[in-house]
């Protein structure tokens, strides 16, 4: 482990950076530098990123910078440091983990810039601080194609790789992902402190949260009783509920929502072996280690309003009235239907939700489940059919073995939306269900060419995920049915 590098000596890559999470001091983390990558060569960039950061997208192509960004040389002005966390992972309480081999290198334009893969830590424990090309090239993808789909995420300016061996169930190669947000705190930081009874951290940790992100906790006496804390746990839930429910609306499954995956920011963070649906199964279990199915798809509401629970539970010492916790929770149970129900009415064309929508919803998602039809597919072909309003147009019936339960459905529908005036349903259709998402095959054949040091397609599929909802005619294959060996690709936590 290398201690943290003199920052004069640093590659200048002209930002700013401020470092705030550096200024809680070192009951927070543990200063420390990236472990060196052996000849490292670019995996996948992203422009739109770098000038989020204010990054000159023409460094994106430099040798310093990919030496800087897979830890072979320190940035000037930067404070690098590894976290510390704990968390319940499984539902049960895991004890201390921390960035087990994510550093963080500081904060610029307000966002923070980590590198995921970068090294041993002192919360590696039995890791060994690398991660492999394999799920840092689905990370890199997810998080723009999230951002794509308008769904509150961690950003990824880059993956770099190297020929350096890892082990996990087989030999791979190492990888670093520059991920960005504009924190990375998670439920499990609280709990931290919470546990260790250090409430004199945890008050630090809570006011640094609510200064930066959510300072209308302290002045809007609206929120929960004046208390800024059980305020915090009110917008922490709210931004929870918002997120899920975007992810139950386009048949993204997270895979891993243990608290410590949990941001204080709302962000969909720590990608693993997530999923998006294929077939509509509202079972699916994406993570091949998650024997017991508890973040199954349909579970995953449930599962974010347990970890709210335990995060209320570690901001007990600072919210002190139990009753605020719970009034700040209840937020979940409105927030989250009514998030998910505006969602859905929006993929049906329908910029307000009513009880009718609802009940349309649930009618069709009943035939998507009973005739296994592809989620993305289907949506995607209902907003073209609403477009079109032909008669003859069969292409969404066309999608169900047994058409006698779409057929009265699509003529209920088709009277509801003849309500509306024409094109202004579809235009809204096709601004909400994507055409493109990263289905698993897809992110496993960028894998398998990556793995061949040809990495177009991990290209191509940014290009396209970054603006899922528009056409890209000469990509016309990343939207077609999965092939039939997607259904045997295992994807576990191990990555
Ligand atoms: P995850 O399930 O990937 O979010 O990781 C859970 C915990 O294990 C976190 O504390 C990670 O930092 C740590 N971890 C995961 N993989 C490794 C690794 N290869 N080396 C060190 N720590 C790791
Ligand atoms: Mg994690």
């Known amino acids: 482990m290398n201690t943290a590098l003199n920052s004069q000596e640093g590659l200048h890559v002209g930002l700013a950076w401020n470092n705030s999470f550096a200024h809680l001091g070192t009951d927070f983390y543990a200063p420390l530098a990236p472990q060196p990558l052996p000849a490292p060569y670019w995996v996948g960039r992203s422009t739109t990123v770098a000038q989020t950061l204010g990054l000159d997208p023409a460094a994106l192509g430099s040798q310093e910078l990919l030496e800087a960004l897979s830890g072979n040389r320190p940035i000037s002005g930067t404070q690098t440091l590894a976290s510390v966390y704990s968390g319940h992972q499984f539902g049960v309480w895991a004890g201390q983990l921390g960035d087990g081999r994510a550093i963080l290198l500081g904060e610029t334009s307000g966002q923070e810039v980590q590198l995921k893969g970068a090294g041993l830590t002192p919360f590696s424990r039995m890791g060994d601080g690398r991660a492999v090309l394999r799920s840092s090239i689905r990370e890199f993808l997810c998080s723009e194609a999230m951002h794509g789909l308008g769904i509150p995420t961690s950003r990824a300016l880059c993956v770099t790789g190297s020929d350096a061996p890892v082990r996990r169930e087989e030999m791979e190669t190492a990888a670093v992902v520059t991920r960005v947000a504009p924190s990375f705190i998670r439920f499990g930081h609280f709990e931290h402190f919470c546990h260790h009874d250090q409430h004199g951290q945890l008050k630090i940790l809570a006011d640094y949260v609510i200064d930066r992100f959510y300072p209308q906790c302290r002045t809007d006496n609206s929120l929960v009783g004046g208390n800024p804390y059980a305020a915090l746990l009110q917008a922490v839930t709210e931004r929870t509920a918002t997120m899920v429910a975007l992810w139950q609306s386009v048949g993204f499954c997270h895979g891993v929502m243990n608290t410590d995956n949990m941001s204080i920011l709302g962000l969909t963070i720590d ?88 009940r349309l919803t649930e009618d069709v998602l009943r035939l998507l489940v009973e005739g296994r039809v592809d989620y993305t597919i289907f949506w995607r072909r209902l907003s073209l059919w609403a477009r079109e309003r032909r008669t003859d147009d069969s292409s969404v019936r066309d999608l169900f073995m047994d058409a006698s339960g779409i057929d009265p459905w699509l003529l209920h529908y088709s009277e509801l939306l003849a309500q509306q005036p024409q094109g202004l349903a579809a235009d809204l259709m096709l601004k909400t269900n994507p055409k493109f998402v990263l289905r698993n095959h897809l992110g496993e054949l960028a894998i398998q060419a990556a793995k061949t040091k040809d990495f177009t397609l991990v290209h191509q599929l940014l290009q396209v995920l970054e603006r899922p909802f528009d056409e890209h005619p000469a990509f016309e294959s990343f939207a077609a049915f999965p092939p039939d060996w997607a259904g045997g690709i295992a994807i576990s936590c191990s990555s």
């Not at 294929?278 to 091949?288: A, S």
């Not at 024997?291 to 010492?317: D, E, I, S």
Request: aromatic residues 14%; proline residues 6%; glycine residues 6%.
């Open 271 to 358: 990608y693993g072996p997530f999923q998006f649906l294929d077939v509509y199964d509202p079972g699916h279990i994406c993570n091949h280690s998650d024997t017991q199915g508890r973040y199954a798809f349909y579970k995953q509401p449930n599962v974010a309003y347990w970890n709210l629970l335990c995060l209320g539970q570690a901001l007990m010492p600072l919210i002190e009235k139990q009753e605020l916790a719970m009034a700040a929770l209840e937020h979940f149970k409105t927030a989250f239907p009514q998030a998910l129900a505006q969602r859905m009415a929006m993929k049906l064309g329908f910029a307000q939700s009513h009880d009718k929508h609802q």
